[in-house]
């Protein structure tokens, strides 16, 4: 009782500091046990920054990173860098994507090269409880587009018409004279296969458009069922009855002082138990990161007001173009519990002190002088097998473990099953050479221990003083 007291007091008083005029006051939630927000969102530039990161929020306000403010999945595929990051859920929420723009700037692409030569293909995962996810695929959405240059910015909404998803995104393509970046729709069930693409939102002239997100507004409010905000040289506000029907211009945000050449990437959170939402935006041209701006009706553009800076806070890392998702019990529960802040740790050879382990190829040693150190950084988190076991999970392949198969180790992917989790999870013990050290028992060969073996990691019995020695490791930040 005292922690609902708590964030019932956390929650009012976030409420009280959003606006300065008594009108414009923070939605309430229905109630502060209600469930909160998930966003899946990039960091920045380069080959880390340009991965899959989450963060969560009680009141959709205030926002704390998961994982210690590490990436939570990396692309392994396509130019190995994500960007632009959308949830989608089923409508029976029994299964989950995320869908990204295969971009990695500065890992070997230019801005100049991904507009007119970039890759044609999304990146997309799936999962079934939101926290174990897929190895990653690529979906070829503009290959299809005569002279399509590359694919951005995907999104995509339910359509309960047709009962599949309208899946649409940018492409950078010349037609009628003007080469720019239009939207493109196409529809999906599994987004794996995809209808034929059609342009879904082309703006006049040279005017290009990149990034746009669709809500569904209740009855009631308003007088559309959808609302979409677009990043098109304005934040314009549009209006339809109809996903893929006619679209009504409801104007802009200039009133309140946000241009298209100041904030970019629209992202949509409706507040639990109130018709209330945030647009958030990304202040790209100041550097500054999102920032949200509140309204009572998604269509009206004078009913959009601008928070003080003091009353929402974004967290440790800047959160680029993403995605924000309303959580049930169950799922925060379970995301929560996945993700917490881990430290990060080092496993350090008691032998031979100059050696930790490492991966190298997926494959995993002892080594001196890591490079990069990444490579020998591990979250060590509740064991997969469960409680009383511990699990190694990569830092720089995040949803990799240490596992042991035909009694090697390798870094590999978790898929989910029982066996692996058996063969991923470890009792740390006291240490065989040294009880101030560490060991680790293997839970489903409990005669075995991880050692060393000509600087490889094995899976081994222990029967001498120099395994002992071998098998003995120190967890060290």
Known sequence: MSALFSRLATVLIAACLLFTAPALTTPQLAAAADPGYLMVHFTGEGSTGQQMYLSHSTD??????????????????????????????????????????????????????????????????????????????????????????????????????????????????????????????????????????????????????????????????????????????????????????????????????????????PMWMKFNGTNRWALYLDQYASGGGYMPVVTTDPSDPAAYQKPASSSYDMGGTKKRHGWIMNLTAAEESRVLARWPNTAVNRLQSFNFQDRYVRHTNFDVRIDPNVSPLQDSQFRIRTGLAGSGTVSFESVNFPGYFLRHFNYDFQLVHNDGTGQFAQDASFRQVAGLADPTWSSFQSVNHPDRYIRHYAYELRLDPITDATGRGDATFRATS
Not at 85 to 99: C, E, L, N, Q, T
Not at 146 to 153: I, L, V
Request: proline share 5%; net charge negative; aromatic share 10%.
């Open 60 to 265: 959709g306000l205030h926002w704390n990173d998961l994982n210690g403010g590490g990436m939570v999945l990396r692309s392994t595929i396509g130019t190995q860098g994500v960007r632009d990051p959308a949830f989608v859920r089923s409508p029976d929420g029994s299964k989950y994507w995320i869908i990204a723009t295969d971009l990695c700037i500065g890992c070997g692409q230019s801005w100049s090269q991904s507009i007119n030569d970039g890759s044609r293909n999304l990146v997309v995962w799936e999962s079934t409880d939101l926290v174990t996810w897929s190895k990653p695929w690529l979906l070829n959405v503009a290959g299809a587009i005569p002279d399509g240059r590359n694919a951005w910015a995907p999104e995509a909404i339910w359509d309960p018409a047709t009962n599949d998803f309208v899946l649409y995104w940018a492409t950078n393509v010349p037609l009628n004279g003007a080469t720019k970046h239009r939207i493109f729709y196409a529809r999906t069930s599994d987004f794996r296969t995809i209808t034929t693409p059609r342009i879904y939102i082309d703006r006049p002239g040279a005017q290009e458009i990149i990034d746009t997100q669709i809500i569904e507004v209740p009855s009631g409010v308003g007088n559309y069922r959808y609302v979409r905000a677009s990043g098109d040289g304005q934040i314009t506000l549009e209006g339809s009855n109809s996903i893929l029907g006619t679209w009504t211009d409801l104007g802009n945000l200039s009133g309140i002082g946000l241009t298209g050449s100041q904030v970019e990437g």
